[in-house]
């Protein structure tokens, strides 16, 4: 059985001492496998490295590009552990800690997952109210949440899967004014919905990270705070340029961000495992092996992925960006 052990933000005034989260480009990390799918410890720290290397603000660990469905308990528990142990403060770590169960449940599995030292847990939408469940009861099953957590910081996560479960503006709103939600990466890839959500949280804590690559730079000028994409795991670089320069640069924004529309419909083929091929061309020593499905990749589409990668190279140089070293 586990024993819970007070964190340290617990005994320092019986509240935790919380930060903003920086705005910018929050990759959805890998998990590196071995072989025999153990997780590779070394990857881990490798990819962490890289991401930080590439100018990112911060890392979602323990997500869907982490195979989190394919984690044991303890293994999502030492996995964030892990990415924050190798930051070792050069950015923030979030990691989710809802994975079904009761809300008591979740919050006690949201509490030993803000034991592993994350700036915040992110709480999966769908998981906290069923497929067919108002935003009422959603609303009174987050409130009960909080209620069991203490002073945890927490974001949010749309995720897709097992249902796509998207929030309302109006409770966007509400989420937001609670304060204790810092996060929130949003998956609707409609601009109108998106555009509604960032005003809906302008002024507040909570934190905007767009999803879709298609509507980055336009989510950007209307007052987005960035980037959590897959896309971001074959280029950081080139998105941590985009959130830092779209205002100062508007037309090499506009140039760049064709080509990251563009180049995202190749990168989401065959994913994750088209990540670990893209960055093993890279020169990264993590292997290709996945959890959920391990694909095989043919001449061609290995000649498309490192079609990508030079694409990416001529990027780099063009914007004056330091090659990262995998």
Not at 314 to 323: D, F, R
Request: proline content about 3%; glycine content about 8%; some cysteine.
């Amino acid at each position: 059985m586990h024993k819970k052990v007070q964190p340290d933000y617990l005994k320092e005034k019986g509240t935790r001492a919380v930060h903003d989260l920086a705005g910018g480009v929050w990759p959805v990390m890998l998990t590196a496998f071995t072989r025999n799918r153990q997780i590779d410890w070394d990857g881990v720290d490798r990819l962490t490295d890289w991401y930080i290397a590439s100018g990112v603000a911060g890392l979602f660990a323990v997500c869907g590009s982490s195979e989190m469905r394919e984690l044991t308990a303890e293994e999502r528990l030492a996995l964030a552990e892990r990415v924050v142990k190798r930051a070792n403060g050069r950015v923030q770590v979030v990691a989710t800690g809802t994975f079904g169960g009761t809300i008591e449940q979740q919050a006690v599995f949201v509490q030993r997952m803000a034991d592993t030292g994350v700036a915040a847990v992110v709480c999966l939408v769908n998981e906290l109210a069923g497929q067919d469940q108002t935003d009422e009861l959603w609303k009174a099953n987050v409130e009960e949440l909080l209620e069991k957590t203490g002073e945890i910081p927490l974001g949010l996560y749309e995720c897709p899967m097992p249902y796509h479960r998207l929030l309302r503006p109006q409770l966007l709103a509400w989420i937001a004014s609670t304060r204790r939600f810092l996060w929130l990466k949003e998956t609707s890839e409609q601009l109108d919905s998106i555009g509604k959500k960032i005003a809906a949280v302008q002024g507040t804590r909570l934190r905007f990270y767009n999803a879709n690559t298609v509507t980055l730079l336009r989510s950007l000028r209307l007052g987005g705070n960035g980037f959590s994409g897959i896309a971001a795991n074959f280029c950081p670089a080139l998105f941590v340029w985009l959130c830092r320069h779209f205002e100062g640069h508007p037309q090499m924004a506009e140039r760049l961000q064709r080509f990251l529309s563009i180049a995202g419909a190749l990168k989401g083929y065959k994913y994750p495992a088209s990540a670990k091929q893209f960055l093993a061309l890279s020169g990264m020593e993590i292997g290709t092996t996945c959890r959920v499905l391990d694909y095989e990749f043919s001449t061609n589409e290995i000649g498309m992925l490192e079609a990508l990668r030079q694409e990416v190279q001529a990027w780099q140089k063009e914007l004056g960006l330091p090659e990262v070293s995998c």
